[in-house]
């Protein structure tokens, strides 16, 4: 057990917390301890001020912990004793809303980390700058806004801000996450990517200081790729940069391009990589959850009214199916899938579920894998944002065709060609261009989810539950457990907000990961503390 001090961290653009969640949790909370949060949105800063409630109570306080429970089943907080009350201070004092980059959030940032931070000491700076301007997706839908300029979007300079924290308080390591499109995203012609590495390896040049002190080193995670200062960074294979997050254990196929910055004035022997091992499928992590069914929009709905809509999509598509067989032999796998859903479905009752749903023993969460110590909390008696979308319909059809197709053939069906059965077309003009064969996909039961993007809080058309008999797509909470989020992390805000939280995160048990390796570089060791050789540690 380390019997230093821990070691101090600073959160921005903090998000949900994914990031400081691994970091605070490694070695139960004695390696690392987080100072300050910065997160601009109201929704997001409520979910870190939580969280941090919450690791107050249960590395302080832990006698009160009971009290982070009673919010979780009641969401009062009116009722705190002296000590819940005290630990809710620190929470609100750790978990800022500060909007970075602006006069006023920077003033805010600057005035409490010289308060709170002590700079005598190493410390670690975490973060990831917005994304959207950089995405793939982001990029594209920008190109469609009349008289948009890169060089004029300040999101795109957002990571300036991480850059003048680094060198006016000099972390002795800082981790930057951020999406793999920023490898490729361009100002006025230019890669940005370059750029960025030269500003981080020299904070004081980027920032027009003449001072030849405060350099970093740029380690990769995955390979054993350094950007030095006064290095080509045109050189540099910026793909080696990118952590496949499905190769570390995370049950979903997350590409993000995540720097490790050490100063050079650490002497540092080795620098271990990230450690691979195998991640578990969707549903080895999702299936032991309560089952739900969506609810009907744009109507009245009841469960006989789901039940019924659905089984007719269900029975007039097995008739589809069955007789494409005759033009088509690969329909008959398909046709069989809807016969047997035929015969099973509606024969459970299930609820659309809700913010709080009471556990039960059939439905325990268990994953039959080490990943229950990181998931499951005994304490918790409810399932928290577990709560089924509305669909139309129309959608609804698409829903149940896509997780039979996915059943039925082991991959989600692609745009016109496979929704190829009546009433599966959606009203989209450039449908059969190409352009969207992946509107419609299905999480697939025995492999990792593809990727939890912001885009879940818009709609679930990308993240289609691989269930045909819950006809749905995907909740805040299954989308958390993908992003490895423990259960008894309470995701605060209306759903559209949770789910936007989710799918911004860093993956918590990556983040633990990473943090694992920065305390091994702080502390000079090899290897990890005994105590922690193969097992997670439950938070």
Known sequence: MSSRKPIQIVDLFAGPGGLGEGFSSYNEGRDFTIKVSAEMDPAARATLRLRAFYRALKFQFPDALHEYYTFCETGDLTSLSKIGAHAWAQADEEAQLIELGSVAGNNKLDAILDKRLDTSQPWVLIGGPPCQAYSIVG???????????????????????????????????????????????????????????????????????????????????????????????????????????????????????????????????????????????????????????????????????????????????????????????????????????VKSFGTDDLSPGGLRVPKS????????????????????????????????????????????????????????????????????????????????????????????????AKDGHYFIHYDPRQCRSLTVREAARLQTFPDNYFFLGNRSQQFHQVGNAVPPLLAYQIAELVSNILAGEKSRPPELENQLVAI
């Open 139 to 341: 990029r594209a839908r920008n190109r469609g806004k009349s008289g948009y300029s890169a060089a004029d979007d300040h999101r795109h300079f957002l990571y300036r801000e991480y850059l003048r924290i680094i060198q006016s308080k000099k972390p002795a390591i800082f981790v930057m996450e951020n999406v793999k499109g920023i490898l490729s995203s361009k100002i006025d012609g230019k890669n940005i990517f370059p750029d960025i590495l030269r500003d981080l390896s020299d904070p004081n040049a980027a920032l027009g200081n003449s001072s030849d002190k405060g350099r970093y080193r740029i380690f990769s995670l995955v390979s054993d790729d350094i950007y030095e200062s006064g290095n080509d960074p045109e050189s540099v294979i910026s793909a080696n940069f990118i952590i496949k997050a499905e190769q570390f254990g995370i049950p979903q196929a997350r590409h993000r391009v995540i720097l490790l910055g050490i100063s050079e004035d650490l002497l540092v022997k080795e620098v271990h990589r990230l450690n691979p091992e195998p991640g578990l499928s969707v549903q080895e992590v999702i299936g032991s959850l309560p089952p739900l069914r969506s609810t009907i929009t744009r109507g009245p709905d009841s469960y006989e009214k789901w039940s019924d809509t659905v089984l007719a999509h269900v029975m007039d598509l097995q008739q589809e199916a069955s007789r494409s067989c005759q033009r088509s032999p690969k329909s008959i796998a398909l046709a069989a899938e809807f016969g047997l859903l």
């Open 361 to 456: 023993q059939k439905w325990d969460g268990q994953t039959g894998s080490k990943l229950d110590k990181w998931y499951v909390d005994d304490r918790l008696r409810y399932w928290l944002n577990h709560e089924a979308r509305g669909h139309m319909s129309s959608d609804l059809r698409r829903y149940v065709f896509a997780a039979a197709y996915g059943s039925a053939y082991k991959r989600s069906p692609k745009g016109h060609e496979d929704f190829n059965l009546s009433g599966l077309e959606p009203a989209h003009k450039n449908w059969k261009s190409g352009k969207f064969s992946d509107r419609f996909r299905v999480q697939l039961r025995g492999q990792p989810a593809t990727t939890i993007t912001s885009h879940i």
